[in-house]
């Protein structure tokens, strides 16, 4: 059994993948592209991927190619029609991450609701030091207690989300993008009604084309310009040129980000010109990235293939 790893590096070197030699041998590459994709699994019968895709392009010359699996939730870079045809079976893995994107979510959020780092920079100069004055508060900040929690896309981590904002006393609404989904418990609204009454606005939809720019500029004038917003969902739910634009008029006061149209960040992005953090936090798609969450997708990946092997 030939098991090749092609972008290794988005698992990272600190996860043990060594159990993978005991189902055969194992080659691990840390990226690969289309062009080197064809001869790198010429021989496998089992391919370990990320975000490289898989058509007839890249692994039609593959001819004991048996199973794909995904370490990620979403096959967008699969070739659905092609793996049928062929009779390759795919997997991916899902609900391995929900507590580290929660997680992420409110790191993202008091980040920005604190204003911390403006604080963390006001101590680092010196003007703590300097001021005289045990306190300093002059860049206000409010309660989360109190306010209302929108929640686009109230899958497994926006219940996560959802009932982590209601123990710090928020009123949560959510908004269904398939429109079909009802969950006894939550409220539910309209994408238009959610926008306005909200003073946290977070997304944790799947790409689709129901999503695919929803949050627009007419999307981002309908909410507060009090309102934080956080992306933690698919890059291209967001029109990034709209989103800095509500930034810099202030049609909402901040945004929290930690996925991109693009992936890494472009130099042209438009949100690469605004650099006050107190506006603006960007990680480099990092949400699901605990080591423990890690660990937790490749046991899972692991036992796909054994339970595919036998």
Same mark, same amino acid.
């Given at each position: ?42 021989n496998a019968d089992v391919i370990i991927v990320n975000k490289v895709n898989v058509n007839e392009n890249t ?51 008091? &980040? ?16 703590? =030091? ?17 306010? &209302? ?22 009123r949560v609404i959510y908004y269904s993008t398939s429109g079909n989904h009802q969950e006894k418990g939550y ?90 953090? &107190? ?15 890690? =660990? ?15």
């Open positions: 059994m030939n098991i090749v790893f092609l972008d290794a590096d988005s698992i990272g070197s600190d996860i043990d993948l060594s159990e993978f030699s005991q189902l055969g041998n194992v080659v691990r590459y840390g990226n690969t592209t289309e062009e080197q994709m064809p001869s790198r699994v010429r692994v039609g010359e593959a001819p004991d190619l048996k199973l794909v699996c995904v370490t990620a939730t979403g096959t967008n870079n699969l070739d659905m029609e092609f793996l049928e045809r062929r009779g390759i079976a795919w997997r991916n893995v899902a609900g391995y991450s929900t507590e580290n994107v929660a997680q992420h979510t409110f790191a993202l959020l008091f &980040t920005l609701l604190e204003k911390l780092s403006y604080y963390d920079s006001y101590v680092k100069s010196g003007k703590y =030091t300097a001021s005289g004055m045990f306190t300093h508060f002059s860049n206000t900040f409010h309660e989360l207690w109190g306010m &209302t929690w929108g929640v686009i896309g109230l899958g497994n981590i926006g219940r996560r989300v959802a009932d982590l904002a209601r123990a710090f006393g928020c409220e539910r609204t309209d994408l238009d009604t959610l926008l306005t009454l909200s003073d946290i606005v977070s997304v944790h939809a799947p790409l689709t084309e129901g999503t695919r720019d929803m949050m627009d500029a007419e999307a981002f004038r309908k909410m507060k310009n009090t309102a934080i917003f956080i992306n933690v969902g698919r890059g291209p739910i967001v029109v990034e040129e709209d989103l800095a634009d509500a930034l810099e008029q202030g049609e909402i006061a901040a945004a929290g980000l930690d996925v991109l149209r693009q992936e890494p960040m472009s130099p042209e992005n438009p949100l690469g010109r605004i650099t006050d953090s &107190t506006k603006l936090i960007i990680t480099p798609h990092i949400a699901w990235a605990s080591a423990e969450a890690r =660990t937790r997708l490749m046991e899972i990946v692991l036992g796909q293939v054994k339970e595919f092997i036998g």
